[in-house]
């Protein structure tokens, strides 16, 4: 037996853990049609704790990599799931209780872990539960807190931690990379890369076939919770925001992430073709968090940038260690593109409001890192209803939104007051002139049961092409990826 999971937020109702690896074939479509069209896999990472905290609490972000597999074919989907057997999880279910302290604090954990050396911290500690990946053949689980974890497609079976061949220096890397449709490569970077709280930030690129061609090394202003970066045709941009750890903090057992709202944020640009050396910097003085880029794309010297800005961080136990009374949702908050000319002598943005707050943005695999005009993304709109709880932020969204950044436009879809959604995923069609679709995960919160429904991605007001029954509940994933049938 194992002892109950804590009576919080991050472990009852939806969050409850559900823990069950499974197979499922043939799913029942219970309205509609799914597209024969769409053939191919979607990939998903689902924090899953396998044991309840050691210390008692530990937030929702803490928990063992699950992988779903979700496979379209011919008009059929089948379901899969499976824990990622990182050096976690396999030292708690030997020890058969958790042995691992705060999130992202090494210090607090059981001797039994205890492994403050930096070069493998990165490996035994991941949990490998934010974003799965499919680049040069192979399928990786990231967590922003270690190296990637290689996973077999097929049955999702963990191969083991993948360091590009024994090339990779930095010790971690980045949930968020940047996929360039034009050349294949792999754009990622890694923060606190040589050690827990370092300013060091690596930027490294592997070809279309997943060998590292490039690793490069620079001191940030400070050791920022740096969860995503973006990259344009010509350039690479850095975001440090005002969120930022402490080793005294983490070696007094305090929580890694403090945010400052005194603090300016800054963005680091480079130019492609040149070095991190050549790093220029853009200064933002007023509070401001993000954890998610929409896209951005560079036109001369001038480099936009789009994404969700808030002046707080969204995650209840980041704002408690910083001492800030803000409730999620209550933080000033809205979409932005942020121009940065690197011809100006002056480090100041200029900044443009292009939508209402959100998150969960995303593009067509196309339009990565050039001028374009539809993204899509989530919101919670109060007039839905009253929040439901899921995942690790509290009130999940409730409306999703497919944005044209040139003219405004904004094309919703409300769930009403019992249904919450999970970060969709944008499938592309091979129909010309045809937006492809989306596909996400729906939170039915009066059965407490999950479905899957897809959209037509250039109408999602016009509700479900299909709804797909899942005979299970789903916990709330962090991020999903689509691969086309043809790239296996
Ligand atoms: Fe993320």
């Known amino acids: 037996m194992t002892a109950p999971f804590p009576k919080t937020m991050d472990y009852q109702g939806f969050n409850a853990p559900n823990r069950i690896e499974a197979q499922i074939y043939d799913l029942v479509v219970a309205e509609g049609e799914v597209p ?3 053939n191919g896999a979607w990939f998903r990472c689902i924090p899953d ?44 279910r030997k020890a058969r209780r958790g042995l691992h302290g705060k999130y992202r604090n090494p210090y607090t954990d059981d001797p039994i872990v205890q492994n403050l050396d930096a070069e493998t911290l990165g ?16 399928l990786l689980a990231l967590k922003e807190d ?16 993948f360091d590009f061949g024994g090339k990779l220096r930095t ?14 490569e ?25 060998n590292l061609i490039r690793e490069e090394w620079f001191e940030g202003p400070y050791s920022s919770l740096m969860h995503d970066f973006v990259v344009t045709r010509d350039h690479v941009i850095f975001p440090f925001f005002p969120l930022t750890a402490d080793l005294d903090r983490l070696k007094g057992g305090g929580h890694m992430f403090a945010f400052d709202p ?49 002046t707080a961080p969204p995650f209840p136990f980041m704002l408690e260690t910083s001492n800030l009374d803000i409730t999620p949702g209550s933080a000033r908050s809205a979409y932005v593109r942020w121009e940065l000319d690197l011809s100006a002598n002056s480090d100041a943005v200029k900044e443009t409001v292009i939508g209402p707050p959100g998150d969960f943005p995303r593009v067509a695999d196309k339009d990565f890192m050039r001028e374009y005009e539809i993204a899509w993304y989530q919101r919670f709109d109060i007039e839905q209803g009253p929040p439901n709880i899921v995942g690790p932020v509290g009130p999940g969204f409730n409306t999703i939104s497919r944005l044209n950044v040139k003219t405004g436009d904004l094309r919703s879809f409300g769930f009403g007051p019992h249904r919450t959604i999970q ?66």
């Open 36 to 38: 024969a069209e769409i």
């Open 49 to 92: 704790p396998q044991y309840p905290p050691m210390l008692g609490e530990d937030t929702y972000l803490s928990g063992d990599g699950m992988v779903s597999k979700v496979w379209f074919e011919n008009g059929h989907v089948d379901y899969q799931q499976r824990y990622v057997m990182t050096e976690r999880l396999k030292a708690e």
């Open 123 to 138: 490996v035994t500690r991941t949990a490998a539960n934010t974003t799965p990946i499919w680049h040069g053949g192979r």
């Open 146 to 161: 270690g190296r990637a974890h290689e996973l077999d497609p097929e049955t999702l079976e963990t191969k083991g931690v």
């Open 171 to 184: 010790a971690t890397m980045t949930a968020h990379t940047r996929y360039d449709p034009e050349t294949g």
């Open 186 to 210: 792999l754009h990622f970077y890694g923060y606190q890369a040589d050690g827990i709280a370092s300013k060091t930030v690596s930027y490294c690129v592997a070809d279309k076939d997943g």
């Open 262 to 310: 005194e603090a300016p944020t800054w963005f680091g640009v480079m130019r492609r073709d040149q070095s991190v050396k050549e790093m220029r910097w853009f200064k933002y003085d007023d509070p401001a968090c993000s954890f998610h880029f929409m896209n951005a794309f560079s036109d001369g010297d001038k480099v936009f940038v789009d994404f969700g800005r808030s």
């Open 423 to 488: 970060e969709h995923v944008h499938i592309p069609s091979k129909q010309d002139g045809h937006e492809g679709y989306l596909a996400f995960v729906v939170d039915l919160h009066e059965t407490m049961g999950s479905e899957i429904w897809v959209m037509e991605a250039a109408h999602p007001e016009n509700g479900p092409l299909a709804r797909i029954e899942i005979p299970m509940r789903l916990r709330c994933q962090v991020h999903g990826n689509w691969v086309d049938a043809d790239q296996f």
